[in-house]
């Protein structure tokens, strides 16, 4: 063990990661059987696993490692990506089956201002390079109004916007689950 700026810090096998998290972090490993991640981030916040999961160690979250726009290769309105979540629960991708559209919350913590990649179009967006380059620039969230979901955007100053369920052009998304102890 050894202390940190802030809090206790632990070495646990290949992962450095804060002391809270440390049963988060056997529980990860005993649900997928994961005895090392692929690729570590250069700030260690994030683990990539061949499964096509990259887990946030800080938050808690396991994100699919590809975007929607990456696996299928066209854009997604908020009723089709709803209906994706189900279709990867009932494939039960990575062997899960609870993944979910993300909070806005959730989704905004992807975004961060040092971090850099690219999109599909080779455009910069702000989020960590462990992602696989050629995503998309948003994502939908569970959020919504009405006939509007709200999607969190990854370029430029990032921020959110309601968007129409059916007509959105450009919308893309990441689905995520919670690493629960």
């Not at 066209?74 to 089956?97: D, L, S």
């Not at 569970?142 to 129409?164: M, R, T, Y």
């Amino acid at each position: 063990m050894q202390l940190g700026s802030r809090f206790l810090v632990i070495l646990i096998g290949w992962l450095t990661v804060p002391a809270f998290l440390v049963g988060m972090v056997s529980i990860v490993n005993a649900e997928t059987n994961k005895m090392k991640p692929d690729k570590i981030s250069s700030d260690q916040r994030y683990a990539r696993f061949l499964d096509g999961t990259t887990l946030d160690t800080r938050n808690g979250l396991m994100w699919m490692s590809n975007d929607y726009w990456q696996m299928e290769h066209k854009w997604v309105n908020w009723y089709t990506a709803k209906e994706y979540v189900q279709r990867m629960n009932n494939k039960r991708f990575a062997g899960y089956n609870d993944w979910r559209l993300p909070s806005v919350k959730e989704a905004s913590l992807l975004y961060e201002r040092r971090k850099r990649n690219t999109d599909k179009d080779g455009d910069k967006i702000f989020i960590d390079s462990i992602f696989p380059k050629g995503s998309g620039w948003s994502t939908w969230t569970i959020e919504h109004k009405q006939n509007k979901a709200l999607l969190v955007s990854f370029k430029d100053e990032g921020g959110k916007s309601f968007q129409d369920k059916v007509t959105a052009t450009d919308a893309f998304l990441r689905l995520v689950r919670h690493v629960t102890p």
